[in-house]
């Protein structure tokens, strides 16, 4: 289809000869939120990482906008507008906020023009760009390391666990923020959770996936609870 960002045709991929992935494919289409749900160590991040070229495949396909992307690397796969938003805090703690984000541009004059696309979300973070960003909270953290994703103004954005170890009331803004980014930006995202409810609220449609494999999935609508989700995902 023309509209799709992302497709996977059965990637296969792991470390040394350990296949961690086994067959995932899936698609995600220009403005939409896929959650991919799965327990601690099933291959979410590895899911992330082979997509954006940290981990070479052993088999199998990634095509961005129709594009073989299979064996471009990260730095590449970022400059062709996709960001990675990855579990590990990859903010650089003795730079300032500013610096921080600054990164997410190839420009100052980009850097200019789009703060102040993204200032309304985090107003609190951006009130304090001089300020060294190992030395925010753990939830301003990872504000910012949205924000940096962010402005670098992506077509796909592929996030891991984002809402781990955020309060609620940061949960909820994340929530907020995901969202808008789909519906005012057009991002498509490829989000992998193991919050459901936070995951549920904001995507389309979501897939299970239980020792690297695709198990289950379905579209987000009035029938799915997260209790029956829950279910899917026990052990
Ligand atoms: N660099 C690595 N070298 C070898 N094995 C790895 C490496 N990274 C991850 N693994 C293994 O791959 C499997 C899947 O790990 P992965 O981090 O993708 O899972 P996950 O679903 O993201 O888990 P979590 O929710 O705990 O982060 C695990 O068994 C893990 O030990």
Redesign the pocket.
Known sequence: MSDTILELDDLTS???S?S??RDVSLGIRKGEILAVL????????????TIMGF?RPFSGKVFVQNKDVTTVKPHTMARSGVAHIP?ENTLFPDLSVGENLRLGVTSDRLFQQRLPTIEPLFPRILERMKQRAGTLSGGEQKMLLMCRGLISHPKLMLI??ISEGLQPAMVDRMAEILVWARDELGISILL?E?HLDFALTISNRFMI?KL?EIVDQGTVDNHISSDELAAHLAV
């Not at 160590?41 to 992330?48: N, Q, R």
């Open positions: 792991g470390y040394g350990a961690v992935l799965g327990k601690n160590g099933m291959g979410k991040s590895t899911l992330l990482k981990v579990q891991d666990e992998v193991q996936l690297g």
